[in-house]
Nanobody
């Protein structure tokens, strides 16, 4: 089992920045691919970014590429999502997810999820 706890959400004006954190506990963190997803009201949960277990491979949704950066610190069992140049359309609940080994951008392929953290961007 892996337990995930997100933090760092909040309200910010368009153009601002936030950094989300996801602290993991349980089984070996370094064995897991870590992903960030988001879900806006009335919409499906969408892929945002993913990072491989070693941190050597990262992938981003087209909508956030160049503005968001995913990273991980395996010594702290934590994954981060630095969000810059935020837009109102980035408003959503952001979820951290973990999957053993496999690097994937597909929601249904992740076994472990955090409770989510709200990000609100005002214009």
């Amino acid at each position: 089992q892996v337990q995930l706890v997100e933090s760092g959400g909040g309200s910010v004006q368009a153009g601002g920045s936030l950094r989300l954190s996801c602290a993991a506990s349980g089984r070996a963190f370094t064995s897991y691919t870590m992903g960030w997803f988001r879900q806006a009201p009335g919409k499906e949960r969408d892929f945002v970014a993913v990072i491989s277990w070693r941190g050597s491979n990262t992938y981003y949704a087209d909508s956030v590429r160049g503005r968001f950066t995913i990273s991980r610190d395996n010594t702290k069992n934590t994954v981060y999502l630095q969000m810059n140049s935020l837009k109102p359309e980035d408003t959503a609940v952001y979820y951290c997810a973990a999957e053993f080994g496999k690097v994937t951008t597909t929601v249904n392929e992740y076994s472990y999820w955090g409770q989510g953290t709200q990000v609100t961007v005002s214009s």
